[in-house]
Structures are given as C-alpha cells and as structure tokens.
C-alpha cells in the first residue's frame, strides 16, 4: 500500500496546483490524472470558474464521504530543491503540498484500486484561498452521507473540533495636516489605527479563560497596518487587517460588533472578508451533540481520537450544512506551508491502511 501510494504522490506533487496564483485547469493536468487513476468510478469533474476545480469519484452506495484539497500555498526562495519533484528519504518524502494535503489524496487512490468496497471522493482545488466554492457547490446538491472524513494533516487522528475564522478589513479616515502642532485624538487616521488595535488586545485578553473541548480562548492577530505619508505629515486615512479565530461556543457575529465598536471615532469602512465556521457547528448545544456524533463515527471506523486544534478546515463547512464531520488524516500541521515540506512515511503507511480498511478492503 505504501508504494502504490509514494506512486500516485510523486505526480501528484509534480503538478503545479500552488493557489495563489490558482491557475488550475480542468482538463490536462491533475484532475485528468486522478481521473485516470479510478477505474470502475462515476467521476465528475466540474470548473467552478477562477482555478476553483472539483472531482466527485463515486463506486457503489458508499456510507461515508472522503474529502481532500489539491492546491498548496506557493513555496518560498527557502526550498533547498525543485518542491515540484518528490525527495524520498530515510524515514519520510519531501515535496510542495506531500503534507498539505497531497498526501492523503495519494493514500485514497492507492485504497481505492487495493479494494472494491463502496467509496466516495471529493477533491478541490480552492481550500488554500478565502474563495471556498467547490464545497458550497458540491454542498448545494444535497447529497447525504452518514459522515464525511476531511483530510488535512493530524497525525492520524480524528479531530472532532476545531476554531472557526474570520478575516476583516478596517479603514480609518483623518484629516491631513502638519504634524509639528498640538493634534486632535482623531485627526490622524493611523492613531486611530493604533488605539483601535490596543482596546482590542485587551478585549481579547478578557476572553483569555473562555473554554471549548480543550481549547482555550480567542486567537486574534493584526496581520497588516497601512496609511499615512511620512513623519511629519498628519495621516489623512489608515488600512487595518485582522483575523480572529473563534472557539466553537463563540458567537462571531457578536466578536464582529464588539470589534467594530472598539473604533474611536468608528471606523470609515468596517468589513469582514472572509468567515469560516467552527467545527461543530451551531450554539453550544448543538455544538456539542456534533461533536458526540463525530466521535461515535470515529469509535466505530476504529480512528484514534485526538485533541481539538487551533487551524481550520472545511470540515466545518460540511458540519455547518448539517453533515456528520470530522478531520483526519496524515502528516503534522507543523510541516504544513514550510519550506521542504514533509510528511512521514509511518504517517503515509498509517492513513493508507485505514482508508483501504474502511473501505472494506
């Protein structure tokens, strides 16, 4: 199973899916060789516009839904050698995207050709980018499955929870002058900036004891402040970006409010970007009934339970429609989005083994 499944990674790392730039076409390229890989499947291929691609393989009446992303992150000037040509190694492989998450897509299709077992795959091409069509497509169809197993990397077990996200961007608005004079709290955009990014560190300090399935306040990050001219100039306008991820018994809708007033004056422009939800999904009750049902899934496949996780993934967006969901699969975020990426070869052997035996191989 590991060599069908070093194989199949080999070119699947060899394909060029790094997002952005998201330049991945339908036809020629890895959804053709995927295609060709699943002999005795239904596949469905379809381009959801700007580099967003998705392959639905299907064979039989399959119980559970297998998910994983084919775009990577771009690679770094740090790459020791070509991320586009697999390295095999004593213990491991090295390769863009082998541990996020090409990996997991290798390990399905060497399963799936070991074993005749009902099976279903979905593979996209837009986790990598705050642009999530292909699962809001394939989500719109309605399709049921008793749970869908997610792919990214967890070290083989199965994560039951994780935090949501939410991308925003502030803009704030001032009044040009000499900076020489005595100025008015409000005049200069990037002050205002300043002081907005300070009561919300403190906000988020407040919620430092909050609590989820392991998981432990609210992480929060401003990723990028912009604005003014130059020293001596009084900034006319501010640009602020911040990311915040939410436990799952947190309402982002408040945390947003809560955010925005922080603003002294408000702020021009206050507007979220992107939002992913947690997993599970829902208040806190439903929550947690999710939650339990994932758990009873993991129980019964025989998947080590792991601790909840910080990242996200769109596990959530399939709990969020209502689906069972959970995440698993090999390799440890910690090489994720790294120069020379990895993923070990334990790792690879592990997830291939109890794919092939869920699908009753």
């Given amino acids: 199973m590991l060599d069908a499944t070093l194989q199949h990674l080999e070119a699947l790392v060899s394909f060029d899916t790094r997002n ?32 967003a691609v998705s392959l639905y393989a ?9 998910n994983v992303h084919l775009d990577t992150v771009p690679d770094s000037p740090h790459w020791s050698a070509d991320p586009h040509v697999m390295r095999r190694l004593d213990d491991r492989v090295v390769g863009l995207g082998v541990c996020d998450i090409k ?12 074993s005749q077992g009902d099976a279903a795959f979905l593979f996209s091409s837009d986790e990598e980018a705050n642009d999530p ?35 925003v961007l502030m ?59 130059k020293a001596n100039m009084i900034a006319p306008a501010a640009e602020l970006r911040f990311g ?29 970007t992107f939002r992913g939800p947690s997993l599970p999904s829902g208040d806190v009750a439903r929550a947690e009934e999710r939650r339990l049902a994932a758990r009873d899934v993991a129980d019964e496949l025989g998947l080590p339970i792991g601790n909840a996780v910080d990242f996200w993934t769109e596990a959530s967006l399939f709990s969020a429609a209502g689906h069972t969901a959970l995440v698993y699969g090999p390799g440890d975020i910690a090489q994720a989005h790294t120069a020379d990426e990895w993923v070990s070869l334990a790792q690879l052997r592990t997830y291939a083994e109890s794919v092939h035996r869920i699908l009753g191989g």
């Fill in 103 to 114: 990996g997991a897509a290798a390990a399905l299709i060497a399963a799936a050709n070991a």
């Fill in 20 to 51: 952005p730039p998201r330049a991945i076409a339908a036809e020629g390229g890895i959804f053709d060789y995927i295609r060709a890989q699943l002999p005795g499947f239904e596949v469905e291929v379809t381009d959801h516009g700007a580099g």
């Fill in 171 to 229: 803009r704030f608005a001032g009044t040009a002058g000499h900076a020489s004079g005595r100025q008015d709290a409000s005049a200069s955009a990037l002050h205002q900036a300043v002081r907005w990014g300070a009561r919300a560190l403190d906000r988020v300090e407040s919620l430092a004891h909050a609590r989820f399935g392991g998981l432990t306040g609210l992480r929060f990050n401003i990723g990028r402040i912009e604005g003014g001219i």
């Fill in 58 to 66: 299907v064979r039989g009446r399959p119980k559970y839904l297998f």
């Fill in 244 to 272: 915040f991820r939410p436990l799952p018994s947190m309402d982002p809708d408040a945390l947003l409010a809560d955010f925005a007033g922080l603003a002294e004056p408000a702020a021009a422009q206050f507007e979220e």
């Fill in 133 to 167: 069509r292909c699962i809001a497509a394939f989500l719109a169809r309605g399709l049921s499955f008793e749970a869908v197993l997610v792919a990214e990397p967890t070290r083989c077990e199965a994560v039951l929870a994780h935090r949501g996200i939410s991308s």
